[in-house]
């Protein structure tokens, strides 16, 4: 079996990499970039649509609201990478937002922010892949009518893309990124040129439709939740910025310089491609609308239901560049393959946490040790587990995925920043250099000036968001942090319970004597070898145990006990009701309370098989026995084992296996310089 499952896994995952090989992992800037940055980058591509859908249920009208809002949006992204910048450099960690609040805030305050961030991470890869998936059902019927599996064909993939290790997936999607981003300021400078320079006009396919709004004339509080509503949908492109700061450590040396630069390159392509999206949008005259089949008229005519709405990025496109055209299909197709590769912002970023989580002894110890390929593989088959069950619960569709979202962000985004003006008050109060409280005091300013505006978007979020959704994210966030909570304490109280006392104690205190007892069925080899164990032992009492089950079979035992003349004691149990495990127990327990001081070491002989159904048929009393008096205080259980002919077939195997190399596993080693052959000449 071992051979069977080492070919998949090397072949899909590659070969093992030694724990000195870390440093050949870490990532430079170009590849960071695609694989911490491609959420907030990829975001683009449905965070202008997410606007103008909230705006056009106030009708057409609405829409001039739109450059405001990404202004405010624009402004919101430099403030949280500005805050960001700062944090990266105090602590170069891989923390990020958690250890920044358990530090500065109280670990309370580090777990709210654990448990925002792991339920961000899961909706991130849900809603990534389920638009991605939607993007190309557009194209391809058979997506559409298959949504949830194809959504967890991606999520498989992706999985074992990451499990293959960062620097290799980082790889695989530096390419379809950079081309987005490309494609994407290819469309604005092309269309700003023919509209400034050649005075062209460039017409959406959505361009002649009217919308019915569903509130007409909208005005005071009406129209400002409405415009704060389409703000907190426009905060979607916020999402997988504090990524950079937890994945510091996967970065080269200097670790926070270069983190910090790919934060501010990934804050000003995300907020350029997000406002020239948004400014084309207004001048191609795309409409789109929440209910389109009813609220989207075509010549005074509802559309329909067969009527398929296309993202607000394929319009423009489309516009620009006319349909059809290579850089329209060149960028339709880099969209919908870099909503899968945002994920992978995910991918990386819950388990990193999950591995500083399981240090902290909040998550267990398994999720922080690394793979094979020095990847953090159980953190990114959790995560792949968390969001396969997440796209089925909600049928891989985005427009219901996405309003869970933006909470968990802006929660960390808050507490964080909250946390480093703390941080910068802490070492200002003992900081005398006048250069350096300079720049204390503009870091702080900065972390204020974010936390305020963050708090204030989180209140937006949740007040606009709450009933659409964003309460399963909460209910999300305490089902975490509950559980966290719980796993920190059994493994306090764990460890308060096993910690080596100073003094003398009771389990230093040598026993008494030792009382050892063979448990035998009948007489063969196995007994004979576990009894010779036994005296071997040099207790100071050796007996032999049974259960009268079968009343001819003990006689029998009997009889053969004493003609071979075993000269160790034989005790029998009477078993009215045919047990075997329950006698036993009780029997044992009876010896601890005469003698407590005593050891009572029970010696079992077990059977060794070779293959996994032998299991089935051999040792089940053994392992009930062992299950019920690993529960017995002062008792030692004993396995003696005796190979059968099976086990040895198995070892002959196992020997084969280790001779044998997985592909990938031998490497040529350095090349031999040859002899010159003679040339013949003189």
């Known amino acids: 079996m071992s051979k069977l499952t080492d070919v998949p896994k090397r072949i899909l995952i590659g070969r093992a990499l030694r724990s000195d090989r870390l440093g050949e992992t870490l990532l430079p800037k170009r590849i960071a970039l695609p694989v911490f940055a491609s959420d907030p980058l990829s975001s683009v591509a449905y965070a202008p649509g997410e606007v103008l859908l909230v705006l056009s249920i106030a009708g057409v009208s609405a829409y001039h609201f739109s450059p405001w809002i990404a202004v405010a949006v624009v402004v919101l992204m430099f403030t949280v990478v500005a805050s960001y910048r700062q944090n990266v450099h105090a602590y170069p960690s891989g923390g990020g937002d958690y250890e920044v609040a358990t530090t500065n805030l109280g670990p309370q305050a580090g777990l709210t922010v654990a448990s925002a961030l792991l339920v961000d991470y899961v909706l991130t890869v849900a809603v990534s892949i389920s638009s991605g998936i939607e993007n190309l059902g557009s194209a391809v019927p058979f997506v559409v009518e298959h949504k949830v599996l194809c959504a967890v064909a991606v999520i498989v993939l992706l999985t074992l893309m990451n499990l293959r290790g960062v620097k290799e997936s980082g790889k695989l999607f530096a390419i379809p990124t950079y081309v987005f981003v490309g494609g994407v300021f290819i469309m604005i400078l092309w269309g700003a040129f023919r509209g400034l320079v050649l005075g ?41 910025v504090e990524a950079i700061s937890n994945g510091v450590p996967a970065f080269r040396k200097p670790k926070s310089k270069n983190a910090a630069t790919t934060l501010a390159m990934m804050g000003l392509l995300a907020v350029t491609m997000f406002c020239g999206i948004i400014a084309l949008a207004m001048t191609t005259k795309v409409r789109m609308a929440e209910t389109p089949a009813t609220d989207l008229l075509h010549h005074g005519i509802p559309v329909g239901p067969d009527y398929v709405q296309n993202p607000v990025i394929s319009q ?47 998550l267990p110890r398994q999720l922080h040790t690394r793979g094979d390929r020095l990847a953090f593989s159980n953190g990114i088959v959790l995560l792949a587990g968390a969001a396969t069950l997440l796209v089925f619960i909600y049928g891989a569709d985005s427009t219901r995925l996405i309003q869970l979202y933006i909470v968990g962000v802006f929660v960390s985004f808050t507490l964080s920043q909250t946390g480093m003006v703390r941080h910068w008050n802490r070492h200002l109060a003992a900081e005398k250099d006048p250069a350096k409280r300079s720049h204390m005091i503009r870091s702080r300013a900065i972390n204020a000036f974010g936390a305020f505006f963050t708090g204030l978007v989180l209140v937006v979020v949740l007040v606009t968001k709450f009933t659409h959704g964003a309460w399963v994210a909460l209910l999300g966030m305490c089902i975490f942090y509950a559980t966290m909570t719980a796993i920190r304490k059994h493994y306090d ?58 009343p001819a079979e003990t006689k029998a035992l009997r009889e053969e006990w004493e003609r071979r003349g075993i000269d160790v004691p034989l005790k029998v149990l009477d078993s009215p009701y045919r047990e075997i495990t329950r006698p036993v127990i009780e029997y044992v327990k009876s010896l601890r309370k005469e003698s407590p001081r005593d050891a009572i070491s029970v010696i079992i002989p077990e059977y060794v098989v070779g293959h996994w159904y032998e299991h089935l048929l051999h040792n089940q009393s053994a392992l009930r026995l062992k299950g019920r008096l690993l529960f017995t205080p002062g008792v030692m259980v004993t396995s003696v084992p005796y190979q059968l002919a099976s086990s040895e077939a198995a070892r002959a195997r196992a020997r084969k296996r280790q001779e044998w190399s997985a592909p990938g596993a031998v490497r040529r080693g350095p090349a031999v310089e040859r002899p010159k052959e003679p040339s013949g000449k003189e």
């Open 493 to 550: 109280r764990v460890a308060e319970e096993i910690a080596a006392p100073e003094g003398p104690s009771d389990d230093m205190v040598r026993p008494s004597r030792v009382h050892s007892v063979v448990l035998i069925s009948k007489i063969h080899r196995p007994t004979l070898r576990a009894l010779a164990y036994a005296k071997l032992m040099r207790s100071d009492t050796l007996e032999a145990l049974t259960v009268n089950v079968d």
């Open 316 to 362: 423009v496109a489309e516009a620009v560049f006319g349909k059809g055209s290579f850089l329209f299909i060149l960028l339709a197709a880099a969209t919908a393959l870099v909503l899968f590769l945002a994920a992978n912002t995910a991918y990386n970023g819950f388990p990193l946490l999950g591995s500083i989580l399981a240090q902290d002894r909040y």
């Open 200 to 240: 062209d006009t460039m017409r959406a396919p959505t361009a002649d439709y009217h919308i019915k709004a569903e509130h007409q004339g909208l005005a005071g509080f009406a129209l400002v939740f409405l415009l704060l509503r389409a703000f907190s949908s426009g905060c979607a492109a916020l999402t997988g």
